[in-house]
């Protein structure tokens, strides 16, 4: 089986990081979960994205409450065929976006499948539902009703809260605002669990 591992870093400045930030990007193949990370990670776009095999790792250093945090995408590939090793690719993860096409209904009923698979892996992570190609206005075959109904049942299932962006990689819609969203809210738990070990630590 063939995957390959890209990694791209962002080295404005060369310094250690406060925190690493891994995240997971899963859902269909070909929803956009690679033009999304390309687009935040280097704000460009391309029409055409080779298919992620395996999976791609984008990395990217930002700044949030004055601390660096060296912010580690993974885009997971969403070929069945990839599910033997996919597993592995979930460890450490500390946030997910659950990615569909707007433009295809079948990968936004599939979502729950991706739901599914990813708390398999993984504890209670912040999580946000991406509806992509929303530019696509006279395609888009989801309906802001079904969405709604959607995230109310997932948060209800797994009993937390699912946020959700509408976003175009190829227009730049709103897709720093998701994973600038994104990391904030990591960075919030985080400092929660930094204040609890701070409390024993006096016991």
Not at 144 to 153: A, G
């Amino acid at each position: 089986m063939l995957y390959y591992l890209l990694i791209l870093v962002d080295t404005e400045e060369n310094v250690s990081s406060d925190y690493i930030f891994k995240v997971v990007a899963i859902g269909d193949s070909m929803v956009g979960k690679t033009a999304l990370i390309q687009r935040y990670a280097t704000a460009q776009f391309r029409d055409n994205y080779i298919t992620t095999m395996g999976m791609n790792l984008v990395t990217k250093n930002i700044e949030l409450d004055n601390l660096k945090i060296e912010y580690c995408l993974w885009d997971i590939a969403g070929q069945p065929s990839f599910s033997s090793i996919v597993p592995m690719y979930y460890q450490g993860a500390l946030g997910a976006f659950v990615v569909f096409d707007m433009t295809r209904k079948i990968t936004f009923e599939n979502v729950e499948k991706w739901m599914q698979e990813l708390k398999q892996h993984t504890g209670v992570i912040p999580i946000i539902m991406l509806g992509n190609k929303n530019d696509l206005t006279e395609k888009i075959e989801v309906t802001k009703e079904e969405i709604e109904l959607k995230i109310k049942e997932l948060s209800q299932k797994w009993t937390q809260p699912i946020n959700f962006f509408e976003t175009s990689a190829k227009i730049d819609y709103q897709v720093t605002d998701s994973f600038v969203s994104m990391a904030d809210s990591i960075l919030q738990l985080v400092k929660e669990e930094d204040e609890e070990d701070d409390d024993y630590s006096f016991l």
